[in-house]
């Protein structure tokens, strides 16, 4: 598995943006499809961003297409998302993820496909 470290939470007016970082350690970062999840008080775990470990591709939920922007650096061992046109719905718990198996072909989405996650960072966003 890999260690996984969320930053760049916070409390912001909707419209506003925030860019969150996920630093990896661990097993080789550059071969995993790496994703962004969310978690809502009395919801359950949600897909919002996920990108192929090459970079090449990416795959987002239709609530955040748009106005999110996930990117990855393989040398630094880092993960990003930009959310801008932030929306009070967007308030949740964000955490990083990563897959189980490397060089997969397409990018995964499903929860249940990751192995590996970060304790996660808040993101509040008020109206």
């Known amino acids: 598995q890999v260690r996984l470290v969320e930053s760049g939470g916070g409390l912001v007016q909707a419209g506003g943006s925030l860019r969150l970082s996920c630093a990896a350690s661990?097993?080789?970062?550059?071969?995993?499809?790496m994703g962004w999840f969310r978690q809502a008080p009395g919801k359950e775990r949600e897909f919002v961003a996920a990108?192929?470990?090459?970079?090449?591709?990416?795959k987002y939920a239709d609530s955040v297409k748009g106005r999110f922007t996930i990117s990855r650096d393989n040398a630094k061992k880092t993960l990003a998302l930009q959310m801008n046109s932030l929306k009070p719905e967007d308030t949740a718990v964000y955490y990083c993820?990563?897959?189980?198996?490397?060089?997969?072909?397409?990018?995964?989405?499903?929860?249940?496909?990751?192995?590996?996650w970060g304790q996660g960072t808040q993101v509040t966003v008020s109206s």
């Open positions: 990108i192929l470990w090459s970079g090449l591709s990416t």
């Open positions: 661990g097993r080789t970062f550059s071969s995993y499809t």
């Open positions: 993820a990563a897959d189980t198996a490397p060089f997969r072909v397409v990018v995964t989405t499903t929860p249940s496909l990751f192995d590996s």
